[in-house]
């Protein structure tokens, strides 16, 4: 049961160009969410997080946008870099446990 | 600050031989301590998590066992592994809940 699901394995942008990310949540217990860069053989890296209590949340050229009714997330990249091509997570987490649930990934590719 | 430590980097292991893969963090008291597994295609899945000393969350039945022996410590086991454990492990903490998630390097873990 994927609670955390990421429905766009790979992402191609060209470099300067707007880089959207989505993420779907199943469990209404969540109230964290992350986003996370990985690089390959590496361990993921923390990017950007969002409260429930917000709707958005930006940092730099990040920014993350939640919609609850929709149990919904994205993350935009603005303007997008080469060096931003990698794989990015969504995880998120719920007010009872403490659980980091992460979602598939998807690969972005940003091409000059 | 802190700082985390996950060896082996790689491992290549029979099936039905045992593992034992080790992640220590510095820097810090009491966290929570994560393992994941990325596997091909399969996003990074929650093997195992602990709140404390001795206490064990288990999130996919399987042939591995965790322990966490040391506030600071924290194993991932198997006494025969599959073929299907092969993949890359995660070892990550977190301080608080609602605060990001810091990984290790990641172990490489071939069964042939």
């Known amino acids: 049961d994927q609670q955390v699901k990421q429905n766009s394995p790979s992402l191609s942008v060209q470099e300067g160009r707007i880089s959207i990310l989505n993420c779907d949540y199943t469990?209404?217990?969540?109230?964290?969410f992350l986003w996370y860069k990985k690089y390959p053989a590496e361990g993921p890296t923390f990017l950007i997080s969002?409260?429930?209590?917000?709707d958005k949340n930006e940092d730099g050229r990040f920014t993350v946008f939640l919609n609850k009714s929709a149990k919904h997330l994205s993350l935009h990249i603005v303007p997008s870099q080469p060096g931003d091509s990698a794989v990015y997570f969504c995880?998120?987490?719920?007010?009872?446990?403490?659980?980091?649930?992460f979602g598939t990934g998807t690969r972005l590719q940003v091409f000059p | 600050s802190q700082t985390i430590h996950q060896w082996p980097a790689t491992l290549v292991q029979p099936v039905g031989s045992p593992l034992s893969l080790e992640c220590t963090v510095e820097?810090?008291?009491?966290?929570?301590l994560y393992w994941y597994r990325q596997a091909a295609g399969r996003g990074l899945q929650l093997l195992f998590y602990?709140?404390?000393?001795?206490?064990i969350s288990s999130e996919v039945p399987q042939n591995l066992s965790a322990s966490r022996p040391q506030d600071r410590q924290f194993i991932l086991s198997s006494k025969k592994l599959l073929l299907s454990d092969s993949g890359f492990y995660l070892c990550?903490?977190?301080?608080?809940?609602?605060?990001?998630?810091?990984f290790g390097q990641g172990t490489r873990l071939t069964v042939v």
């Open positions: 820097g810090t008291s009491n966290p929570n």
């Open positions: 602990s709140v404390g000393i001795g206490q």
């Open positions: 995880a998120a987490s719920a007010r009872d446990t403490d659980k980091l649930i």
């Open positions: 469990n209404s217990m969540f109230d964290y």
């Open positions: 990550a903490w977190t301080e608080l809940r609602y605060t990001e998630a810091f």
């Open positions: 969002i409260s429930s209590i917000k």
